[in-house]
């Protein structure tokens, strides 16, 4: 119990930060911090999902943005159509546009884990460079099929009128909005973390380590596989969906390979295999950006370096260098 007591101290300082940052950061005159903290929720979201198949399931995807661009267009798509009152013409169907986000979101993620399975269903038969290169060939080929929708945008994105709706509230607010995110990250991490310790989980890692001493006994590892790529690439599609509602504007740029390699760095920094790694990465890499960008244009040359001595000096990522020294991870 008291191993567990200074853990338990810090998630209750961190969640009452979390939930007292809106009203602090407009006491202090900073209110636009609602929004990066806002912004950083969403993609420690996507980092945490990128992170269950690459920490935990050993597949390392180079195409990943392909899942979040795709929930940030179907939601883009959706409310296009319900604010110019046209239905999507869909043979042999018309399908209404709308903005609840109770339908909009979960068709983001159907769709985005729909097109994480195909993906994943033919990757799957590789592995090592193979499978990396398999991804971003992929994941290339979704953003450059955005590119060509001209009804939408093109390669000039898509604005949105507003943001969706949710019954009650009005996530117009920034407030309201930070709020509903912080609930949707913090359920879909605690989901994450009942699924790495459940035999699903087990399995995962154990294929993860030695794939075929694990078919050897008689798991079909290959399901398994697939089963989580399409559950990490359905959450990235909900933290697409956010992002979208976010900016109110969906762009290809939210699929390209540059994106998903951002999405790996947080990974990486905040510690490959843990369950709250990519959301401290996630912070780190989004806030440091922030900071850096404001003194200079070219802020990757002195990100870079801090990044790179992560990686050689912390081996378990910001993770490693907050939990205590020699303890092994239980994540």
Same mark, same amino acid.
């Given at each position: ?8 101290? *810090? ?9 007292? *940052? ?25 980092a945490?999902s ?47 546009g ?18 994480a ?38 390669d ?7 943001r ?15 709020y ?28 993860r380590?030695?794939?075929?001493r694990?078919?050897a ?24 969906a ?10 290809p ?6 994106r ?6 947080m ?21 440091l ?6 003194w200079t ?27 205590r ?7």
């Open positions: 119990m008291d191993n567990g007591l200074p853990r338990l101290i *810090l998630a209750a300082i961190l969640a009452a930060a979390l939930l007292a *940052l809106p009203a602090l950061v407009e006491a202090a005159g900073r209110g636009y911090w609602t929004g990066i903290a806002t912004h950083v929720l969403i993609f420690a979201l996507a945490g990128l992170n269950l198949i690459l920490g935990f399931g050993g597949m390392v995807s180079f195409g990943h943005a392909a899942f979040l661009g795709t929930g940030a267009y179907v939601v883009g798509i959706l409310s296009h159509h319900a604010s110019m009152g046209i239905p999507i013409a869909t043979w042999p169907f018309a399908i209404a709308t903005e609840s986000a109770l339908i909009a979101w979960p068709l983001a993620m159907l769709a985005a884990g729909a097109l399975f195909v993906i994943g269903l033919i990757s799957l038969r590789t592995g090592g460079l193979y499978f990396i290169m398999i991804t971003l060939a992929f994941a290339q080929m979704v953003y450059f099929f955005f590119v060509s929708l001209e009804p939408y945008g093109g000039d994105g898509l604005s949105m009128w507003s969706s709706r949710l019954p009650g509230l009005d996530l117009g607010s920034d407030t309201q909005f930070y509903v995110v912080l609930a949707l990250v913090a359920l879909a991490y605690f989901l994450k973390s009942r699924v790495i310790h459940s035999r699903f989980g087990v399995v995962l890692r154990g294929s380590d030695n794939d075929r694990m078919r006994i008689g798991h079909p590892t290959r399901r398994y596989r697939l089963a989580a790529f399409t559950l990490a690439g359905a959450v990235a599609g909900l933290a697409g956010l992002i979208a509602n976010q900016t109110e504007f969906v762009s740029a939210f699929l390209h390979w540059t998903s390699g951002e999405m790996l760095v990974v990486i920094l905040g510690g490959i295999g843990t369950v709250l790694g990519p959301a401290l990465g996630a912070t780190a890499f989004l806030l950006e922030e900071v850096f960008s404001g244009e070219h802020w990757m040359i002195v990100l870079g370096p801090l990044l790179l001595a992560v990686v050689l000096f912390a081996k378990r990522g910001l993770w490693g260098l907050v939990s020294p020699g303890e092994v991870p239980r994540d």
